[in-house]
């Protein structure tokens, strides 16, 4: 499938096994990966954070074929997930960056439409959460207001 915005379709990659199973060299119990999640959640990494700590430092590849949950499953079970998801607000930080350079560079208008593009993106997927229950219906796209998330 090609990009929204562009003519390319996109970087190949490798692909996960059809049928995940455990490896049979972990050494770490689903009740234990759990409890590393549940760490890692209070000291505010995100999913995708999380995710890398535990492959690279603890030697788990998958944590949904160990758990039959994913990392952000285990953290909305433990009401540790983040008010807004992760790909909405890696969004937010793109446009307060984009923004931040149209301030000092104001005739760069490839910058422009690109701030075009990711407001355009950030208000698809703020619909598509509404309708889905993820975030609350009054939640309100409001440029000024974003600055709280970007953090």
Known sequence: MARMYSRRKGK???????DPKAPVWI???AKEVEI?????????KSAAQIGLVLRDKYGIPN??????????QIMKAKDLAPEIPSDLHALIRKLLEVKKHLE????????????????????RLVKYY?????????WKYDADSLKLYGN
């Open 104 to 123: 000092e560079n104001h005739k760069d208008m490839p910058a422009k439409r690109g701030l075009q593009l990711t407001e355009s993106k950030i208000k």
């Open 12 to 18: 190949s990659g490798s692909k996960r096994p059809v």
């Open 130 to 138: 509404k309708r889905t229950g993820v975030l609350p219906i009054t």
């Open 27 to 29: 050494g770490h119990p």
């Open 36 to 44: 590393l999640v549940t760490k890692f959640a209070k000291d505010k």
């Open 63 to 72: 944590v949904k074929v160990i758990c039959g949950k994913t990392i952000s």
